[in-house]
């Protein structure tokens, strides 16, 4: 593995809120639950902050703050002037964390947000329909969660403007891209679109190298991908493109809910060898929908995690990211959390996986 960064924990919009954060959350919960990462061996946090038009853990006068309801329990804090991104930020700092924001660049929770009576997303999304993608596949769940269109100019200007806000207003260590939801363009097209996404993943880091240059230290930017190369350049994602001309720092291919215990991480591998481009293949909670539906949300042992790691190592992986590690469902498991985050300090090493 190259580089000292090992350990990569992402935070979705909802999970920590829904499952770990009381209501309301104070500023002390915050930093009791960035200290809990910082213990468990994390070396990049990064909390999403942008998802379905909407703003999370930070308000904004230009964008709108989640509807959600799960969301209404960081307002006590926001209506003190306090940004829990802020607060969140600062922690990890102190604790020696990198610390980044994530960018939902599509989300397909809409289909949830419209159960909850809130609509699948911001005003942006819901009051232009001829920006969104009117035919996809994945059924109802696909249809009312909104997909925006990235053919059009207006849709890529709008989400490059809330990542360049939160450069502009937070002291972040960088950006993550998450482009492993289910649509970007219509169906059949996203291969000969892929310089439109491109140019989007250009503007935010040419972003970030310039307000780095201004900071006086580099700004990271990665990308939250599918697990195979053929589903990225099918929905438009050009990783080849990305990784060598160096618009990227570093990718993290997974599946969008189960860990992938046998994806051909190589292929990445071999496009990120040559390059600064480093390779974080992620652990997700569950192996499949049956351990998650059938047997009672049971996660990954740390068994299976290690057998996992050991593919990810031999395939030619940087480390490892964690994607919302052991917290939705898999929460009501020994060793419960926060003790479950520790499993991660267990696989930053190749060489202490291989000997478990």
Partial sequence: ?????RIIYVSDPSSIVRHHLPDPVSEGDLRGWVDDLADAGTDTFIQEAYTQGWTVYWRSERFEYDARPQHRRFLPLLDTGVQPLEVLLDQSHRRGMEFMAGIRVNDDHGLVSVRQ???????FIGHNPQWQIKETAGGARAILSTYMDFTFQEVRDYVFSAAEEIVDRFDVDGLELCVRDQA?????????????????????????????EARGRKLVLGTRVYESLQECQDQGLDIPTWTTEGLVDYISPQDVQYTAVNAQFEEFAE?????????YPTLLTWTSVRARRRLADRPMSLDQQRAAAQNFYGAGADGLAFYNHMVTGAIEWAPFYPMMLFDMDE?????????G
């Fill in 117 to 123: 009576g809130v609509g699948a997303g911001s005003s």
């Fill in 184 to 212: 970007y363009f219509p169906e059949e097209t996203g291969r000969e679109r892929q310089p439109l996404m491109t140019e989007l993943v250009g503007r935010v880091s040419e972003m970030l190298r310039e307000a780095g």
């Fill in 347 to 355: 696989l930053r090493d190749p060489q202490r996986v291989a000997q």
């Fill in 271 to 279: 496009l990120t060898r040559g390059t600064e481009c480093a390779l």
């Fill in 1 to 5: 593995p190259r580089g000292d960064r």
